[in-house]
């Protein structure tokens, strides 16, 4: 069910397997595997479109930082209690990092747009907390991260994730997780992203997928950056990346429905072939954070912005509601 509502309209082929050590039988032009719990989407981008998205040069109402800045200055409160419960749960969590390979503790990691630390908290049962750096432009955020005990020995710095304050080929694993989307410009952020990596170093990107459901393309096109499946792939692999690899996630309560789109929907995957600079050379950034900005055009989309992000409280719950109504196996 799931597999013909994401096909439906869209030139990807289905290679279908059992058990989850399968390896990936590449396509002649585009490549979409299922395991069992576990969708992954090949290196090469397939050619989808399942609806028609806003560019990224129209940004939306929160997709800008110094909206996301004061948006999270709020949100940062209950952030832990009443975001993660309904979009970004602990087992999400820890499923999504899988294939970012903690295999060791002396690993270097970065944590961009770690905010609370939450999934920060999911690397530090890998990697040593003394390794890990948490960067976020928010310190309402980074503030709720310090509370955190395990993480009292992580780096904590502010920083833009479209320029980060690292040297080239200084990190082992590169993880950001609820972040992209609130970028104005995510190829941008994704260069940065391969370049502070070491060779054979593997970045690691947890974000939104875009919705079917013609409400939920509304509210999610006003309020911040829903990226489509294809747009991650086609992204990292501009930047450099190679290896590419995206994985499905999403609540249990969910059964596998997509059509609202997800705040936390897929975790992405590439790794560094090379030392260095990205190959992709890119202008300057998209937008300058010290640029005045006019108060009333400030206020008129951070109050859009936020009032298009309940819609997004209130889908997990109705999910949830129909999880309990509707009988297991059939769909919702």
Known sequence: MMASSLLSGAECKLVTGFG?????????????AYYPKRWYISTLAP????????????????????????????????????????????????????????????????????????????????????NVTILDQSPHQLA??????????????????????????????????????????PQHGIREAYRVLKIGGKACIIGPVYPTFWLSRFFADVWMLFPKEEEYIEWFQKAGFKDVKLKRIGPKWYRGVRRHGLIMGCSVTGVKPMSGDSPLQLGPKVEDVKKPVNPFVFLTRFILGALAATYYVLVPIYMWIKDKIVPKGMPI
Not at 20 to 32: A, C, D, I, T, V
Not at 55 to 77: D, G, M, T
């Open 20 to 32: 989850s050590e399968l390896q990936f039988r590449p396509l002649p032009k585009k490549g979409l």
């Open 144 to 185: 709720k991260a310090k509370e955190k005990e395990p993480l009292k020995d992580c780096k904590i710095i502010e920083g833009d994730a479209e320029d980060l304050p690292f040297p080239t080929d200084y990190a082992d694993r590169y993880i950001s997780a609820g972040s992209i989307e609130y970028w104005p410009d």
């Open 47 to 130: 050619k989808c479109s399942l609806s028609s998205s806003r560019p990224v040069s129209q940004p939306r109402f929160i997709q800008h930082k110094q909206e996301a800045f004061w948006f999270y200055r709020f949100l940062s409160i209950v952030y832990d209690h009443i975001i993660n419960p309904g979009h970004w749960t602990e087992d999400m969590r820890d499923e999504a990092l899988e294939p970012a390979d903690l295999f060791s503790r002396h690993l270097t990691v970065v944590d961009v747009g770690g905010g609370t630390g939450f999934t920060t908290l999911g690397i530090v049962k890998h990697v040593d907390a003394k």
